[in-house]
């Protein structure tokens, strides 16, 4: 089993956001501090490592399902909306934010667009991660 799955996935996400913090490529742009990160959201994100951490959870999800779009992690870092008296509903967080990243990850060397998956047709499969990636987040402890 691979050291990224040995420790808790909070813990992980952490260290591999101290590591990403060290990479010019990782740095958030100037927008992020005005803006939600998604629909759902009341106020602008706070958390001032909030980027960092945001990567080091995207390029976990590629290490763990192999090939993965902005479309599903929109799904997955979704919320609910608070609709005053009526009931809550799910809404889709920001692609904005995640398709910086992955481009700030191809940039890096740690994705790339995935070619050639049996079943896509003329699409854009996903991202999945290189040799490179895979090494970089597998020397974390």
Do not use: C
């Amino acid at each position: 089993m691979s050291s990224v799955f040995e420790l808790n996935a909070q813990e992980y996400n952490l260290k591999l956001a101290e590591a990403l913090k060290a990479l010019p490529e990782f740095q958030a742009p100037e927008w992020s501090t005005y803006v939600k990160s998604g629909v759902a959201k009341e106020r602008p994100i706070e958390d001032l490592e909030f980027w960092q951490k945001r990567a080091a959870s995207i390029l976990r999800q590629i290490y763990k399902k192999k090939i993965i779009g902005v479309s599903r992690l929109r799904t997955k870092y979704g919320s609910k909306k608070s609709r005053g008296s009526r009931p809550e509903e799910f809404r889709r967080a920001s692609g904005k934010i995640i398709r910086t990243i992955l481009q700030q990850a191809d940039k890096a060397g740690f994705t790339e667009l995935a070619k050639g998956v049996k079943g896509v047709k003329d699409k854009k499969p996903g991202r999945q991660l290189t040799a490179k990636g895979k090494a970089f987040m597998e020397a974390i402890h």
